[in-house]
């Protein structure tokens, strides 16, 4: 069964310092991985996605995520954090079309001024 | 351009009765998700609709229903309301034909409470 596991519930940076949040997936095919991030009373926004090709994927708002098949991970990354990432973000994975997409629990992520 | 519209934004109900959301897509989208974010939760899948047909469905109980017209907006129904269903339920369109990966848009959400 397709199961997305965030480890991390609550992250906690600084501003200006860079940001990795973890998640690691169960499928049985070949998945398909992405990020969303959820801001307070809002819907969810893609950051990226993966399907296959270069494991290290650029998304929207300078976050990349890079695929470990090994290590069936798919973590997030930012280099340099800014006070509006602050949100709540989702790995989830699926198939091509979105049929039955799995989200992980949401690692929520506060920024210090 | 619109993006996704769900209605209403709020909405109270009492245990044992009925709801009706609704789902407009962005223009030209022809596929239709729906999800449920219980508080605290990642969003969980509960039916994929394409060309008014059912394509995907969670492991949700059959008191969710849910349906898509010929203009490719979708209700989703939910029956016999329980404490357990209170959440922000989450509209999602996409256009399939892109190739691998389509890429879905969400609404903002109808956060249902029941009491």
């Known amino acids: 069964a397709q199961s997305v596991t965030q480890p991390d519930i609550h992250i906690t940076v600084s501003e200006g310092a860079s940001l990795e949040l973890r998640c690691n997936y169960s499928y049985g095919a070949t998945p398909y991985l992405f990020w969303y991030v959820q801001s307070p009373g809002q819907g969810l926004q893609l950051l990226l996605k993966?399907?296959?090709?270069?494991?290290l994927v650029q998304g929207i708002k300078g976050f990349e995520a890079e695929f470990k098949r090994s290590q069936s991970s798919f973590n997030l990354r930012k280099p340099s954090v800014h006070w509006s990432d602050a949100a709540e973000y989702f790995c989830a994975v699926g198939a091509w079309n979105n049929n039955d997409m799995r989200f992980g629990a949401g690692t929520r992520l506060t920024v210090k001024p | 351009d619109a993006g996704v519209t769900q209605s209403p934004t709020h909405l109270i109900k009492t245990r044992g009765q009925h709801v009706t959301l609704r789902c407009s897509p962005i223009s030209g989208h022809k596929s239709v998700s729906w999800y449920q974010q219980v508080l605290g939760q990642g969003p969980q899948f509960i039916f994929q609709?394409?060309?008014?047909?059912?394509?995907g469905r969670g492991n949700f109980p059959d008191r969710f229903s849910a349906r898509q017209f010929p203009n490719y907006s979708s209700e989703l129904n939910v029956n016999a309301l329980l404490l357990g269903d209170s959440a922000l339920y989450l509209c999602?369109?996409?256009?399939?034909?892109?190739?691998?990966?389509?890429?879905?848009?969400f609404g903002p959400g109808t956060r249902l409470l029941v009491l």
């Open positions: 609709y394409y060309e008014k047909e059912e394509r």
């Open positions: 999602a369109s996409s256009y399939p034909g892109q190739g691998a990966g389509e890429t879905q848009y």
């Open positions: 993966y399907f296959s090709g270069d494991t």
